[in-house]
């Protein structure tokens, strides 16, 4: 079966940083857009970054553009994002998601598959 594993979130100063890895199994990785979505407590969950299949282009919310960046190794199943700079509104449990065949999609409710989440916390 599926399964995306996220990985990598823990506590963090502000300014600080971190990456998220997420290993997918049980699909074809390159025929999958790589979304990631984060949800603070209270608040909707959001898109925050999209890669296309080959991983020639990219999406990135407003909030985060400019200090997170996202990537994917293809031959390794899995797909990155390196955050940077991190705010204390930055903290949430993010998710991975796979999107088959599409590109930059940022409805969550285009994505067939999702991961378990991490926690990210940003202390001030």
């Known amino acids: 079966q599926v399964q995306l594993v996220e990985s990598g979130g823990g506590l963090v100063q502000a300014g600080g940083s971190l990456r998220l890895s997420c290993a997918a199994s049980?699909?074809?990785?390159?025929?999958?857009?790589m979304g990631w979505f984060r949800q603070a407590p209270g608040k909707e969950r959001e898109s925050v970054a999209v890669i296309n299949r080959s991983g020639g282009n990219t999406y990135y919310a407003d909030s985060v553009k400019g200090r997170f960046t996202t990537s994917r190794d293809n031959a390794k199943n899995t797909v990155y994002l390196q955050m940077n700079s991190l705010k204390p509104e930055d903290t949430a449990v993010y998710y991975c998601?796979?999107?088959?065949?599409?590109?930059?999609?940022?409805?969550?409710?285009?994505?067939?598959?999702w991961g378990q989440g991490t926690q990210v916390t940003v202390s001030s």
């Open positions: 049980g699909l074809t990785f390159s025929s999958y857009a």
């Open positions: 998601a796979a999107n088959y065949l599409g590109s930059l999609v940022r409805d969550s409710r285009k994505y067939e598959y």
